[in-house]
């Protein structure tokens, strides 16, 4: 059964929790459908992830289509968000509604996620008028890392207010959801609490309606940066690195191919 946005609030209603998980491939997403993940956000954070980037500033909507289309034959019935890329709907209303318009209808989403609060109202209210479900993303927002400085914790004293600010703007343009990335958990239990919209934790604490967590941070297959609020439920790295040894051990010693590996 297709998971709509209304599964998502029937959910949120019955105090069940949301999973989410950000990932960009066919297998992985498959993966997901398989074991019941409310919904797959095809993250920009592909851009580190997938591609080896610093920042996920460089990535394309054309690269974000690719992703998504990948992803949704992965996972024919589950609800996916696709992340709008840094300068793809901040030049004007205008080419923004294109750019989303372009992640529905050819990259097979079901809604997109923006970062941003009162910059991106006027956007928000016009893409849920025309259709398109709007995820909202507050407290740490990678694609504004130049103007924050780096990593860090976003919501703090004085910085609280704008966030709560920026919340309540989102929902009244009608943002259905909002991930909340490395926020204080009080700020994130204060907003969640009062929510109209579905809050999506990552780095914000246990109290959000759901929580998000990156494919190959959680199977440990990023190795070599472990922000405080990933939890690794498998050694990956270590698995396939002992695999690829054993690999070229048998190539080089002559025992792979075998003979039932071969065609007589
Ligand atoms: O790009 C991404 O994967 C994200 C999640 C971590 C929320 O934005
Ligand atoms: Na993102």
């Known amino acids: 059964m297709k998971t709509t946005i209304r599964t998502l609030f029937n959910k949120k209603e019955k105090g069940q929790k949301i999973t989410m998980i ?3 491939d066919y297998l992985s997403a498959k993966l997901c459908e398989q074991v019941g993940i409310d919904c797959i956000l095809v993250g920009d954070s592909l851009g580190m992830v997938f ?3 610093d920042s996920t500033l460089e990535v394309t909507v054309e690269e974000m289509i690719y992703h ?3 992803v949704r034959r992965g ?3 589950s609800f996916i968000i696709a992340d709008m890329p840094f300068m793809s709907y901040q030049v004007s209303v205008e080419k923004a509604i294109e750019n989303c318009g372009r992640l529905i209808k050819e990259g097979g989403a079901n809604a997109v996620k ?3 609060g009162e910059e991106i109202a006027d956007l928000v209210y016009k893409l849920v008028r025309i259709g398109i479900p709007v995820v909202g993303h507050l407290g740490f927002t990678p694609q504004k890392i130049n103007t924050i400085g780096g990593y860090r914790v976003v919501g703090r004293e004085e910085e609280a207010e704008r966030v709560k600010k920026d919340f309540k703007i989102l929902e009244e343009a009608g943002a259905f959801m909002i991930v909340l990335e490395a926020m204080p958990t009080e700020l994130a239990k204060e907003l969640t609490e ?3 919209s579905i809050t999506i934790g990552i780095g914000a604490g246990p109290y959000c309606h759901g929580q998000v967590l990156v494919f ?3 199977v440990g297959l990023v190795e070599d940066i472990k922000p405080k609020f990933v939890r690794r439920y498998l050694n990956s790295a270590e698995l396939f690195r002992k695999a690829l040894e054993e690999f070229k051990r048998d190539v080089e010693s002559g025992s792979f191919p075998s003979e039932e590996e071969s065609y007589g």
Do not use: N
């Open 22 to 24: 950000s990932t960009y």
């Open 194 to 196: 009062s929510a109209r």
């Open 68 to 70: 998504t289309k990948a």
């Open 51 to 53: 591609q080896g980037k």
């Open 114 to 116: 923006l970062e941003g």
């Open 216 to 218: 190959y941070d959680l």
């Open 75 to 77: 996972a024919k019935e």
